[in-house]
């Protein structure tokens, strides 16, 4: 194998997920006449039931034994309000989605109208401090709480940038002073024990040729493969070792098919679509601007002692 094929592989350095795409890869499978490409370890639990259904002990032993999993994940019956379970689901994604929008809206607005906030309450009763800082009332307690993160980042990306730094111009009190090095203490070294070496060569790459093109491929991903080429033809001491694997990644929450990386597309708004929302978004935010300005007022006055009701300075 070349140098820049090495340089291209982006395989994962996790030995359990190489062992995943081993058995999650396509084969092909004779179904009803026609070949279809099919999830190598779907394939081999249809095989397992069809030889099991033809009365094959080793068959049905197998078979048994991932039954014994099934139930002990309680997920040999299945569900009947799977369906209105995954609704449920949606409506709370949703609603979370939609205060999250709502808790940013009115965040970004109460930053817009801090300032004449503070102008008012100066004038009518007196300085203020840590004005900077307080949050509307309508968004404390339990809410800030549980949107706290969203909250902070949503705020320091609203905060006014020094144009003198960016890409390539660091803050001045960060920037490495001259004759320091950037790293003291230097270049970890490197530990070379026999655990290390060992998982260093699961993750080694190997030329497969596949379809008379050479391919990079992981060493424990080539050996899951060969395993399980001798489990579907029938060979017990692999299929017993399959199951272990299947168990293996089972417990780590790893069985499930290796996510593909998707690009996602943006929805494709027209000028009179576009013009629409923008105009529901202006009389949502002219609608909430009392509301808000009042909450943040009674934040502030609250933070620094005085009294809503409390009557202004002459």
Same mark, same amino acid.
């Given at each position: ?13 996790? @030995? ?20 279809? $490409? ?13 030889? %099991? ?22 997920? &040999? ?34 930053? #817009? ?9 100066? #004038? ?6 840590? !004005?900077? *800082? ?36 660091? @803050?001045? *009190? /960060? ?5 320091? /090095?950037?790293? @003291?203490?230097?270049?970890?070294? #490197? ?5 290390? !070496?060992?998982? %260093?060569? &699961? ?13 990079? =491929? +992981?060493?424990?991903?080539? /050996? ?8 579907? $033809?029938?060979? !017990? %001491? ?25 690009? =996602?597309?943006?929805?494709?708004? +027209?000028?009179?679509? *576009? ?8 009389? !949502? ?21 005085? /009294?809503?009701?409390? @009557?202004?300075? %002459?």
């Amino acid at each position: 194998m070349s140098t820049q094929a090495a340089a291209h592989i982006k395989a994962s350095k996790n @030995p359990l997920d190489q062992a995943r795409q081993a058995l999650y890869r396509k084969v092909d499978v004779k179904s009803h006449g026609s070949v279809q $490409k099919q999830p190598w370890i779907l394939a081999y639990f249809s095989q397992i039931n069809t030889e %099991a259904a033809k009365g094959d002990v080793k068959a049905i032993g197998e078979q048994r034994r991932f039954m014994q999993r099934l139930d002990g994940r309680g997920a &040999l019956l299945e569900s009947s309000n799977k369906t209105e379970l995954t609704a449920i689901q949606k409506r709370e994604q949703e609603h979370d989605r939609d205060t999250k929008a709502c808790v940013k809206m009115v965040v970004g607005l109460s930053e #817009r109208l801090r300032p004449h906030v503070i102008a008012e309450i100066e #004038r009518d009763y007196g300085p203020v401090r840590g !004005a900077d *800082h307080v949050l509307p009332d309508l968004i404390s307690g339990p809410i800030y709480e549980l949107y706290r993160a969203e909250i902070d980042s949503f705020r320091k990306c609203l905060r006014p940038r020094d144009p003198a730094v960016g890409y390539g111009r660091p @803050p001045v *009190h /960060s920037q490495i002073r001259k004759g320091q /090095s950037g790293n @003291p203490s230097g270049r970890p070294k #490197r530990q070379d024990d026999a655990w290390s !070496a060992f998982r %260093a060569g &699961l993750v080694k790459c190997v030329a497969v040729t596949i379809d008379g093109t050479p391919v990079p =491929k +992981t060493t424990v991903y080539v /050996s899951c493969v060969q395993l399980c080429q001798q489990a579907i $033809k029938g060979d !017990a %001491a692999a299929r017993r070792l399959v199951r272990d694997l299947i168990g293996m990644l089972d417990d780590k929450g790893l069985l499930s098919p290796p996510e593909k990386r998707r690009r =996602k597309r943006r929805p494709s708004l +027209t000028i009179g679509r *576009h013009e629409e929302l923008l105009e529901l978004v202006v009389e !949502a935010i002219r609608e909430m601007i009392p509301d808000v300005w009042d909450s943040l007022k009674r934040a502030i006055l609250k933070r620094n002692g005085f /009294s809503t009701d409390a @009557p202004a300075m %002459a």
